[in-house]
């Protein structure tokens, strides 16, 4: 049995919403939807001839009031200190794990994805007794340009 997911909430697309098929041509509206949002599906949308969503996924993920809502919201969450209790739990056996010299790397850009690195990396002081896992695409997104 499939389980196809949409390209942009990685929820099911066999749930009876509508879905479209979005094609080469407009997948440039997504590379910069996801320049902007700096969500690192960039990637995702730049190494496919098309991709399927929900049609309401779509709409949102492309509008440009939405755009500079979360951009605005994620300028501000930047500008306040975030504590570790309240980020969601991390598990490292199932999801990503970066080597703490790229932190570095990830100190120097300002968004969403590298500060989530920080966040959830810094406070372990053994990530090989975490059993901190390399995840490659997350290693290719945090190398990409912001």
Known sequence: MSHRKCAICDKTLEDGTKTTIVKERRLKFFVEA????????????????????????????????LIATYMKKSQETAESPQLSSSLPDFAFKTLFF?????????????????????????????????????????????????
């Open 34 to 65: 996801s320049k902007k949002r700096r969500d690192g599906k960039v990637v995702l949308f730049k190494r496919n001839t098309q991709i399927e969503v929900h049609d309401k996924c779509r709409k949102q993920y492309i509008n440009k009031k």
């Open 98 to 146: 970066v080597w703490r010299g790229v932190l570095r790397l990830a100190r120097n850009h300002n968004d969403d994805f590298r500060r989530s690195i920080v966040h959830r990396v810094k406070p372990v002081n053994d990530l090989v007794a975490a059993d901190a896992q390399y995840h490659l695409l997350c290693m290719k997104t945090l190398h990409q340009p912001p």
